[in-house]
């Protein structure tokens, strides 16, 4: 059973960068795509971008555009988010999920992004 | 900003059934995209609940269903229970946007 396992909780001064790494047991596959999710607090989901990691393309919500960058690594069946210039608002819950056609159907357990000075 | 809409809160009595929501428009739900919903309990990742048309992971009890009409769709559950008591999420793509788009929330509490 595919599992994603992410990084652990970062605390980050307002204007730097945070990078997340989401490592999918079981390996990489062609047939989905892995898609990032924040919550900031006492929020709803907030749709960020997703990749296929076979093909290694890229697709952001308006939102993020120029701000967040995603990759992934097939070698390690990682994926990455990595978002820039942080500021408070920033502050949230971030989760990958696996998305096939049943939609995101397996979850990381989050990974808790402070921004403060 | 979320692009469906959802009640903030709806809430029953153990046994009853409670329906939730979820308002899009013609570049999401109604241009038939699948809508998929995911629950939420307190301090945990969203969990699928049921995806596509009326289908269910392995796992989720039928008392969860879904229907869709136009550009809306609906979760029903029925025979509530007290472990139903969580905030619930609808779920699509947008071609206006070329991407996916979540729905406001909704919190079910169960009386």
């Known amino acids: 059973q595919v599992q994603l396992v992410q990084s652990g909780a970062e605390v980050k001064e307002p204007g730097s960068s945070v990078k997340v790494s989401c490592k999918v047991s079981?390996?990489?596959?062609?047939?989905?795509?892995i898609t990032w999710v924040r919550q900031g607090p006492g929020q709803g989901l907030e749709w960020m971008g997703r990749i296929i990691p076979i093909i290694g393309t890229p697709n952001y919500a308006q939102t993020f555009q120029g701000r967040v960058t995603i990759s992934a690594d097939t070698s390690t069946s990682t994926a990455y988010m990595e978002l820039s210039s942080l500021r408070s608002e920033d502050t949230a819950v971030y989760y990958c999920a696996r998305v096939t056609g049943k939609g995101m159907d397996v979850w990381g357990q989050g990974t808790t992004v402070t921004v403060s000075s | 900003q979320s692009v469906l809409t959802q009640p903030p809160s709806v809430s029953g009595a153990p046994g009853q059934r409670v329906t939730i929501s979820c308002t899009g428009s013609?570049?999401?739900?109604?241009?038939?995209?699948?809508v998929h919903w995911y629950q939420q309990l307190p301090g945990t990742a969203p969990k699928l609940l049921v995806y596509?048309?009326?289908n269910r992971p392995s796992g989720v009890p039928d008392r969860f269903s879904d229907s869709k009409s136009d550009t809306s769709a609906s979760l029903a559950i029925t025979g509530l229970q007290a472990e139903d008591e969580a905030d619930y999420y609808c779920?699509?793509?947008?071609?206006?946007?070329?991407?996916?788009?979540f729905g406001t929330g909704t919190k079910v509490t169960v009386l």
């Open positions: 596509g048309n009326i």
């Open positions: 779920q699509s793509y947008d071609s206006s946007l070329s991407g996916y788009v």
């Open positions: 013609s570049s999401n739900i109604g241009a038939g995209y699948d």
């Open positions: 079981g390996g990489i596959s062609s047939s989905y795509t």
